[in-house]
């Protein structure tokens, strides 16, 4: 999808938007609504207030994660504020970015991808990488584990012990 991206006028915010979501489970709302106040890239660290009644957290952001952020507020000039910003320096909707998505997983993928689909990989990329589902409930804010567990179902994980 990067590669889609480089080529769109809104490429860089747009490749940082969906990275961000994918990395930290991140629900549109909560995407479009980020500030660079939560954003502390000398602690390489990401506080995110969760919506829905979800719990609120901090997350370590990757190296990668931390160089694109200083490039976008380099390149954009923002430092404050919200992070995302259309031409007109009004907020990204999250309508907005759904539409984005549409478009760029249709051209890439031939499948329109909806925002939450991201936080869900987020999940389930967790699981199968072998964190345990107390950690995944936190991460992703989750109140009720049973909303963490709904994760489990799309892995092998929850049958790996099992032997005949």
Known sequence: MRGALKHSRHGQRDALMIRLAFEHGLRVSELVGLRWTAVELSTHELRITRAKGSLNGTHPLQGDTVRALKRYQRESGRTGGLIFVNEREAPVSADGFRRALHRLSERVLGVKWHPHALRHACG?????????????????????????????????????????
């Open 124 to 164: 389930v990329h967790l699981i199968n990488q072998g964190v345990d589902l107390r950690t995944v409930q936190q991460y992703l804010g989750h109140a009720n584990i049973q909303n963490t567990v709904a994760y489990t179902a799309l892995t092998g994980r929850p049958f790996e012990r099992l032997s005949f």
